[in-house]
């Protein structure tokens, strides 16, 4: 049966891949496409079984050809507004909705047909097609298939992440990490709370530090003016702490990140924020008072240099004549960093609609993707 993209996209939108959702149904049925196209996918499952990775190579075996990578989660649509089924596609005035249209099931819906088309034609140089699990949280599950391409006898010349940037090609996104400070105290009543240690005022004065490190990096750091907000940047997003009004608390949590560009050390800002840390526990004189920092997830930045290989490729493909960054991250980074493949972003649709109630791809992107691959496929029969 053959299939056209919108087609594996309505089949793909129906599965509700949520990232704390297993996605297995949907490997399977890709991999089952794959296979009645005579192509032969290799799953990469978790310790569960539940979730997977799927990667396929079309073509020659024994040479690197350009991979084309999207995630197949998607995020929740829990206490959302939405006017639509997120997760049945509907068509309405040359907008297909639905949870991942955007993000990023409709760039992988035209990469699976894509690798079916391939399968059909004599290529000189290998299509690869990788699928991952939970990049929402933190591009956790796509680690393993990086594990699995370090040993590999061949590893892809090149990579298309296919996030949605309105076609146009992206050669650079900050790097995150992830982090908690947990921070200890001493409790006691709070009548006599000058007695006790409260945590939540240690998490405060740690906050400040999280601040004025932002202040400095914004006012003399690193610059790179290619992203909207151009230096590297600190966030708290929660902290939590205390049980009752009358109970001075002893344990507090900040959750909080960087994004850091290429040229600044995720590291070096951690180290300046525990010497902060220490600084102000020690000035507390109490020996309860402690600010651990946990460093919980992180993956790198993506830079691409203006000049490689892979940016003059994809912009061939597409017809573009400029290169831009993108604020949020991909799993590019790991291909760069971790296996050294050069790496670009360009799918269709714009994440301006991703994570939102009635999310929707335009279906003269999805059209632009199927020509631009569609060029790839044109390239690699010749062989590049």
Not at 94 to 107: I, Q
Not at 125 to 130: F, K, N, V
Not at 292 to 307: A, F, K, V
């Amino acid at each position: 049966m053959t299939f056209s993209t919108q087609d594996i996209l309505a089949r793909l939108i129906a599965f509700p891949t949520v990232s704390r959702d297993p996605n297995r149904a949907l490997i399977d049925w890709v991999a089952n496409l794959l296979t009645d196209a005579e192509i032969d996918p290799v799953i990469i499952p978790d310790e569960s079984g539940k979730k997977a990775n799927l990667y396929a190579t079309i073509g020659p075996t024994d040479r690197a050809g350009v991979m084309l990578s999207g995630h197949t989660d998607v995020v929740p649509v829990d206490g959302q507004n939405w006017t639509r089924p997120p997760f049945d596609l509907t068509r309405f005035e040359g907008r297909l909705y639905g949870r991942g249209t955007a993000d990023m099931k409709g760039f992988c819906a035209a990469a699976i047909n894509a690798a079916c088309q391939a399968a059909a034609l004599d290529l000189a140089t290998p299509l690869h097609l990788a699928l991952s699990y939970d990049e929402e949280i933190g591009c956790m599950g796509v680690r393993s298939l990086v594990t699995m391409l370090k040993t590999a006898p061949v590893r892809p010349m090149m990579c298309i992440v296919g996030e949605p940037t309105a076609m146009a090609v992206a050669s650079g996104h900050k790097g995150k990490a992830a982090l908690k400070a947990i921070c200890h105290g001493q409790e006691g009543h709070s009548a006599l709370a000058p007695f006790a240690l409260n945590a939540l005022h240690l998490a405060v004065d740690f906050a400040g530090k999280i601040r004025e490190k932002q202040a400095q990096l914004a006012l003399s750091g690193n610059v790179d003016n290619d992203y909207d907000v151009p230096y590297t940047t600190l966030h708290i997003g929660r902290i939590n702490g205390g049980d009752a009004l009358n109970i001075v608390p002893n344990r507090a949590e900040i959750d909080f990140e960087i994004r850091n560009l290429a040229e600044d050390s995720p590291a070096d800002i951690i180290a300046d924020l525990r010497i902060a840390a220490d600084k102000i526990t020690t000035a507390t004189g109490h020996e309860a008072a402690v600010i651990e920092i946990q460093e919980c997830w992180s993956y790198p930045g993506l830079l691409t240099p203006q000049n490689a290989d892979v940016v003059a490729f994809v912009k061939s493909l597409t017809g573009a004549n400029s290169t831009f960054k993108v604020a949020f991250g991909t799993e590019g980074g790991l291909f760069s960093a971790d296996l050294d493949v050069p790496t670009v972003i360009c799918g269709p649709g714009s994440m301006m609609q991703g994570h939102k109630p009635d999310e929707y791809v335009a279906e003269d992107q999805l059209a632009a993707c199927d020509k631009m691959l569609a060029e790839l496929l044109a390239r690699l029969k010749a062989g590049l």
